[in-house]
């Protein structure tokens, strides 16, 4: 079991920069795969980024190249630098976990443990 809190969210302007963090409770973060996924008003949950074991990192399209996602084991949290924000990225953020590996990361399904999520407003 692992609980997840998210902080870091705000009212930006577009072209501004944002870093989210995510804090995990338990001492066996690092076993887990951690993930990023945002939801707007009246939209499905949609896959931000996502980070392995191991580090590898996968990002949506919508946010390669803006975002970068990385975590600190040794402090239990999960990070999202998100520059160059555009109106488009507002949203509540959400972090998950997943024990071990999944098959897809992009799926939010596969996830196990999920943050209470945290608002981000890109003003244009």
């Known amino acids: 079991q692992v609980q997840l809190v998210e902080s870091g969210g705000g009212l930006v302007q577009a072209g501004g920069s944002l870093r989210l963090s995510c804090a995990a409770s338990?001492?066996?973060?690092?076993?887990?795969?951690m993930g990023w996924f945002r939801q707007a008003p009246g939209k499905e949950r949609e896959f931000v980024a996502a980070?392995?074991?191991?580090?590898?990192?996968l990002y949506a399209d919508s946010v390669k190249g803006r975002f970068t996602i990385f975590r600190d084991n040794a402090a239990n949290t999960m990070y999202l630098q998100m520059n160059s924000l555009k109106p488009e990225d507002t949203a509540v953020y959400y972090c998950?976990?997943?024990?071990?590996?999944?098959?897809?990361?992009?799926?939010?399904?596969?996830?196990?443990?999920w943050g209470q999520g945290t608002q981000v407003t890109v003003s244009s």
């Open positions: 980070i392995t074991r191991s580090g590898i990192t």
């Open positions: 338990g001492r066996t973060f690092s076993s887990y795969t």
């Open positions: 998950a976990a997943a024990n071990g590996v999944i098959p897809t990361l992009s799926v939010y399904t596969t996830y196990d443990y």
